[in-house]
């Protein structure tokens, strides 16, 4: 297999695409229901808040990579934490991929277990998506930078079929605005905000970037703003298609407003749609993997790396494979998950993002002696 | 390694299977199916699954089956149906579900609730009410027709292109069914013709997910449907314009709606607590005018009489729409959105029938025909 070295560099707009890519993965199916439990019709809103909150995220993350030119995530930690604490939360970092990775697994072998193929033993539909996750992942940086790129085209695809959700849509359903409570928004900022959470990846892929950091900035804030942008439109058309009531029991609402919807062409559209984003969901997940495998950058052999990766991949299916045997598996991964999320995409990011001022201080000081 | 990996895909390329193949021939469709409640409050499904046989000329004839079974619940009774059927019954392709006006008068949403969960089923499937039996409603298959099952079907379509009857699906009702103040309406049928034939009567009046038991007459359908915004590709309405006149169809005037424009407002009102303006515009051609001589001096006249008409015929739907306490025009949802604070100090369940819901209606006739 093809060597993953890491002098591969990649261009802006392949950045914008891993970005783009590894942000959609399964929220986007569910997103508007987790919304509208949280905060109620003003669902939207707070995903605006939280888009705003997410690119002060994008921002910092491109500040601490400025800090620390040409390091990747792991080697950043060992560099602010020291040697012991930094493997240890490089490790952290490690679990936390992986979690994320078997539950993007579990959400996708649940959906099209639903949806699609229920017949299917679930463990062939995780093989699949593993094996063609690690096809990609193979080929280092630059294939995964093709890849993403290349299926970037399904998001504008799937952008234009969700169209047919506005047939029933009743935009009094938005109405009235501004009725959740401040804590009912907090909820739904922090929902956003972890949807929105990838952005941790991006210092795997930053410094193997070309271009200045200005423009790697305005690349990356674009594809952001892009994101969120896809995000408030699935939003806005479930919410209208679906009222106040029926939307907190409709799990997918973006698949099941499009349940009736009739094109010359394709009868069953939320099929088609459901097909088409299992791409989504390959590109996330390897995205994912990818980041568990950078853990082991250190690791000088070629081969012991793939071996690692095998290794978490088996590990991936293990787990993910006791989550598809019931729901209650399946909350309890999603909770851990949660109760972790927090620790990695918000205040890891921040501590790093305080110590990397302090860093600046002691290369000026060193500059200066 | 190289090697392996490519043979590998290969295989999985070539041969894979599908698991969840379902073979067109092991399932039977059912087309329509019948739900009714008997007296003793026992669940009763009644489907209709067609069968065509093959001919050496032209289409092949299609003869239709009746299935009925009693049962619980909608998935028991289904699975009381395939205890006698040599395949699979599968009402994944169900076109129309015909709701007796008993079992409609209950709520409906127990009976439909496999429908929404269920991936496999086409939630684009009409529910329609029937007075008295769905069953009896389903088993009556004109000769004439050249596809029984496509009977039901076919009537609910052309009244939709009349402007007489809304497309309805599963799905369009869903958000409705759940809605606080918000109302739907399903087609109405009944049978006729001592059980020849079966025929639409108007759309049947919901609230929450209930029947009311209440209808808009079929006279009264496309004036209603205008109002809520529905046009199919015609929209006829007959009226009458004067009283008395010598011979009776002298007192009518058929009319058609070219264009039209409405809107529904709502506000808070401090009498009746609220208030909702209904403008509608219509550009219409004076189809049918049996008195003859429609000069254009005649118009203003009969113009007036028209508009006067008109609004006394919304009045008389308003009137039974708030007797029926269903809301379907959304009054409800729109103050809720619009006034929230106002909205929590109304009690729905009773106000709505207080309330003041008034027409205007303007019609601008474009044209008087080729025959003056």
Redesign the interface.
């Given at each position: 297999m093809a060597k993953s070295n890491t002098k591969q560099k990649i261009t802006l707009s392949q950045l914008a695409y891993i970005f783009i890519q590894s942000q959609i993965g399964v929220d986007i199916l569910n997103l508007s229901t987790v919304l509208h439990r949280e905060a109620g019709a003003d669902g939207w809103i707070a995903l605006l808040i939280g888009g705003v909150i997410s690119i002060f995220f994008v921002l910092m993350i491109l500040h601490i990579s400025k800090c620390y030119p040409g390091e990747g995530l792991f080697e950043i930690l060992q560099s602010t934490f020291g040697k012991v604490l930094g493997a240890l939360v490089g490790f952290g970092y490690y679990v936390y991929f992986l979690v994320v990775a078997i539950y993007l697994l579990t959400s996708y072998g649940e959906l099209i277990n639903q949806w699609l193929l229920p017949e299917t033993p679930v463990l062939v539909l995780y093989a699949l998506l593993v094996i063609s996750a690690l096809y990609t992942i193979s080929g280092g940086l630059t294939l995964i930078a093709k890849v993403f790129t290349f299926f970037a085209i399904i998001l504008f695809i799937i952008s234009a079929l969700f169209l047919f959700g506005f047939v029933d849509a009743k935009f009094i359903y938005l109405l009235p605005m501004g009725q959740a409570s401040f804590s009912e928004y907090v909820e739904g900022v922090r929902v956003t905000i972890y949807s929105l959470s990838s952005y941790v990846l991006l210092l795997l892929f930053i410094p193997y970037t070309e271009g200045s950091i200005k423009q790697k900035t305005r690349t990356l804030v674009g594809a952001h703003l892009l994101v969120i942008s896809f995000y408030l439109y699935t939003v806005i058309v479930s919410f209208a298609h679906f009222g106040t009531d029926q939307i907190d029991h409709v799990s997918q609402p973006v698949l099941y407003m499009l349940r009736t919807a009739d094109s010359v062409i394709i009868t069953r559209i939320d099929i088609f749609v459901l097909a088409m984003w299992t791409v989504f969901a390959m590109t996330a997940f390897a995205a994912y993997l990818y980041a568990a495998e950078r853990a082991f950058a250190k690791v000088p052999k070629q081969k012991k790396k793939m071996l690692n990766v095998y290794s978490a991949s088996v590990i991936v299916l293990g787990v993910a494979y006791w989550g598809g045997l019931n729901e209650e598996n399946i909350r309890s991964i999603i909770d851990f998950q949660d109760k972790i999320t927090e620790a990695f995409t918000i205040y890891i990011p921040l501590l790093l993002f305080v110590l990397s001022f302090m860093r600046r201080k002691d290369k000026q000081k060193g500059t200066a002696q | 390694?190289?090697k392996l990996t490519m043979i590998l895909l290969c295989c999985i390329l070539l041969l894979s299977g599908c698991?969840?193949a379902r073979e067109f021939k092991e399932v039977k469709l059912g087309i329509t199916a019948a739900y009714d409640l008997t007296d003793d409050g026992v669940y009763k499904n009644t489907i209709l699954i067609p069968n065509v046989q093959n001919s050496s000329q032209g289409p092949g004839k299609e003869s239709t089956q009746f299935l009925t079974s009693t049962g619980k619940t909608s998935s028991q009774s289904r699975s009381n149906i395939d205890r006698r059927l040599s395949s699979t019954y599968s009402p994944a392709q169900l076109d129309v579900v015909l709701l007796g006006s008993n079992l409609a008068k209950q709520d409906i949403y127990p009976y439909l609730d496999a429908y929404y969960r269920d991936?496999r089923m086409?939630?684009?499937c009409v529910p329609v009410v029937v007075k008295g039996s769905a069953e009896q409603a389903l088993k009556v298959v004109p000769e004439s027709e050249v596809r029984p099952s496509e009977y039901i079907e076919g009537i609910i379509e052309s009244e939709v292109e009349t402007t007489n009857s809304v497309e309805v699906?599963?799905?369009?009702i869903?958000?409705?069914?759940?809605?606080?103040g918000?109302d739907f309406v399903l087609p109405l049928m009944e049978v006729g013709d001592a059980g020849k034939t079966v025929s639409y009567e108007g759309l049947a009046l919901f609230h929450k997910s209930s029947y009311t038991g209440k209808d808009i007459d079929y006279d009264h359908t496309t004036l209603f449907l205008l109002m809520k915004k529905v046009k199919g590709k015609v929209a006829r309405i007959s009226t009458k314009l004067y009283e008395g006149k010598k011979p009776e169809p002298d007192n009518y005037t058929t009319i058609n709606i070219e264009d039209f424009s409405s809107s529904v407002k709502s506000k808070p009102d401090k009498q009746n607590k609220v208030r909702t303006d209904i403008k509608l515009e219509l550009t219409v051609m004076i189809q049918e005018y049996p008195q003859d001589h429609l000069s254009l001096s005649d118009l203003p006249e009969v113009k007036k009489n028209l508009e006067q008409a008109l609004t006394d015929q919304a009045n008389e739907t308003i009137r039974t729409i708030q007797e029926a306490n269903s809301d379907v025009f959304?009054i409800g949802?729109?103050m809720?959105?619009?006034?929230?604070s106002y909205w929590e100090k109304l009690d729905w369940e009773k106000d709505f029938k207080e309330i003041k819901i008034v027409p205007h209606i303007t019609v601008n006739i474009r044209s008087r025909g080729i025959f003056r």
């Open positions: - | 390694m190289k698991w969840d991936p086409h939630l684009d699906s599963l799905q369009s869903g958000s409705e069914l759940y809605e606080e918000e959304g949802r729109s809720y959105g619009h006034y929230p």
